[in-house]
């Protein structure tokens, strides 16, 4: 089963703005929402890149475009998968480490949007097996 990313309130692509002061002294900076950015998908695990993605329609694709406001598409992951870390495509000429991986590019992890449809799956095979032991099957 290919589960559900994106596409809910929480799933935006910011980026820092303009640096700015606050009453306590200290600074932090204006957040952005990015439009049009290029997104790629990591495993959790191993941290190497997934291109089996399907967009909404189930066509598939191989990284994540953040749409006109910086919204995060609703995609699905590879077959199984209930998280990934997901991260702004590397710039070309970006440094890369040993393993031929861009240094600079934050990955952000992603859990499936059917979080709650699957724990309501098993709250109720729960309680079908408690009922049957509880018949003494």
Do not use: K
């Not at 910011?14 to 290029?38: K, M, R, W, Y």
């Not at 910086?70 to 590879?78: A, I, K, W, Y």
């Amino acid at each position: 089963m290919r589960h559900w990313f994106g596409g809910a309130v929480p799933d935006f692509v910011v980026t820092p703005g303009h640096q700015v002061d606050s009453e306590s002294g200290g600074f932090g900076h204006l957040a952005l929402l990015s439009p049009n950015v290029s997104l790629w998908v990591y495993d959790v695990g191993s941290g190497e890149r997934v291109t089996d993605l399907q967009d909404a329609h189930g066509e598939p694709m191989s990284e994540v475009l953040s749409g006109s406001y910086g919204e995060l598409p609703r995609f699905r992951g590879p077959e199984g998968t209930r998280q990934v870390l997901a991260g702004q495509a590397p710039s070309s000429g970006a440094p890369e480490n040993d393993d031929g991986q861009d240094e600079q590019t934050l990955r952000f992890i992603l859990t499936t949007t059917d979080l709650a449809d699957l724990l309501a799956q098993a709250e109720q095979r729960i309680t079908e097996l408690e009922e049957l032991v509880s018949d003494g099957r």
